[in-house]
Structure formats: C-alpha cells, structure tokens
C-alpha cells in the first residue's frame, strides 16, 4: 500500500523557518516525481514545489513564485523521504501542507496529475 505521511508543521512566528518532512512507503521512491502543495483556509489547493530526476541534469527543482528563494524542495532517496525547508515565513505561508507523488517524468503544476496524497501537516505562522 503506498503511503505518503507528512511531519513537521506547526506554529512559527513571521521571519522564522520550518522543515516539513515527508515519510514514503509502497512507491519506488527514486523514481517518482514528488512535489508539495499546500491548501490555506478558504483557498485552492496549490503547488509549491516539486522535485524530478532528469539523468543528464540530477534532481531538477520548481517552486512556485511566492517561494523562489524561501523554500527548498529536496529528498533523501535512502530514507525515502522528502523535505520542504521553509525560511522567512510570512503569515500568507500559513496553509496545510500536503505531499504528493506520481509516477512519470516531470513535475506538474495541477493536483490531478498527483496519483498519492498525504494527510497533511498544519503550518500557522503568526505575525
């Protein structure tokens, strides 16, 4: 059974940092494209950032705009896990934080193209 279980989320005051992980089980983790999106209260859910394997380039990163230079995607494919480093927070980071896994080649932008959800972490930031 794949599973995708997400940890790390909680309370921080504007200006501070944040790692979320994500625990991956029942998927060729290497292989997958992985990618984290988050859903504030009210809004969407949205892509943030997601992570590929390209053989002649290595792992190849996308972030959403709001994140580019905040936030760092990565994973440790021997612990089959995956990280969202989060700095700078700002209360319009606040949202639930959710990872997402599926199988081809390249990052996508839109949720149905993720076949593996988590259930979530809570990220609240103060101002």
């Known amino acids: 059974q794949t599973q995708l279980h997400e940890t790390g989320g909680g309370l921080m005051q504007a200006g501070g940092s944040l790692r979320l992980s994500c625990a991956a089980s029942g998927l060729t983790f290497s292989n997958s494209v992985m990618a984290w999106f988050r859903e504030g209260h009210g809004k969407e859910r949205e892509f943030v950032a997601g992570?590929?394997?390209?053989?002649?380039?290595?792992?190849?990163?996308d972030y959403t705009d709001s994140v580019k230079g905040r936030f760092t995607i990565s994973r440790d494919n021997a612990k089959s896990t995956l990280y969202l480093q989060m700095n700078s927070l700002s209360p319009e980071d606040t949202a639930v934080y959710y990872c997402a896994a599926r199988t081809g080649d390249f990052v996508r932008y839109d949720v149905e193209d993720y076949d593996v959800w988590g259930q979530g972490t809570q990220v609240t930031v103060s101002s």
């Open positions: 992570i590929s394997w390209i053989d002649w380039v290595g792992d190849h990163t």
